[in-house]
Each structure stands twice: as structure tokens, then as C-alpha cells.
């Protein structure tokens, strides 16, 4: 089974940056989407960015213009550059990878995020 390990959390101020990684422990064949996704305490878990293979991004509204995806599809590894970071930016942040190759989906453990007003 394919594992996925993000890294990059942290504590930061209000107003500073992280930049949250994704690797995997193998290559992953014919991805069509990955994504961020975090939740926070006593909250539903929700979808924060994602990008298709072809390059299209899309974000949720309260981090438009703040947050960035990238990916390296042929190197199964996705990015999320976090800037202007704010209190209730605090959440686990999950990586996801969706491939259409048997309609494989998979999930990283989660890297903690935390930021201090």
C-alpha cells in the first residue's frame, strides 16, 4: 500500500508562513487530482486546495489569496505554500492523491498546524 507523509507543520504567528509537503512512498500511476484537506477541533474536515493533473487549482474561499498548491505529478509529491497565516488557519492538514488506475485514493497521517494570534 502507497503511504503518504507530510511534513512541514508547526507553530507560527499570525501573519507569518509554512510550507507543507507531501511525498510518497511510491510512485503513484495516473494521478488525476491531489489536494489538502484539515480540520480543526469539534469541526468537519474540509477541502482547502486541490489541482488536476492538467495544472487547474482551486481553494476554498477563506484561503483564496493566501495559500498556493503545486504538484509534481511525475514525482507523486504535492506542496501548499501558506502565507498571511491566521489563528483560525489552525488544523491537521491531510494530503490527498486520487488516481484513476483502480480508483485508488490515498491519505497522509496529517502534519499539525498551529497559529498564535
Known amino acids: 500500500q502507497v503511504q503518504l507523509v507530510e511534513s512541514g507543520g508547526g507553530l507560527v504567528q499570525a501573519g507569518g508562513s509554512l510550507r507543507l509537503s507531501c511525498t510518497a512512498s511510491?510512485?503513484?500511476?495516473?494521478?488525476?487530482?491531489m489536494g489538502w484537506h484539515r480540520q480543526a477541533p469539534g469541526k468537519e474536515r474540509e477541502l482547502v486546495a486541490q489541482?488536476?493533473?492538467?495544472?487547474?487549482?482551486t481553494y476554498a474561499d477563506s484561503v483564496k489569496g493566501r495559500f498556493t498548491i503545486s504538484g509534481h505529478v511525475a514525482k507523486s509529491s504535492l506542496y501548499l505554500q501558506m502565507d498571511n497565516l491566521k489563528p483560525e488557519d489552525t488544523a491537521v492538514y491531510y494530503c490527498?492523491?486520487?488516481?484513476?488506475?483502480?480508483?485508488?485514493?490515498?491519505w497522509g497521517q496529517g502534519t499539525q498546524v498551529t497559529v498564535s494570534s
Open positions: 490527498n492523491v486520487y488516481s484513476f488506475y483502480r480508483g485508488n485514493s490515498y
Open positions: 511510491e510512485d503513484i500511476i495516473s494521478i488525476h487530482v
Open positions: 489541482i488536476t493533473s492538467g495544472g487547474s487549482a
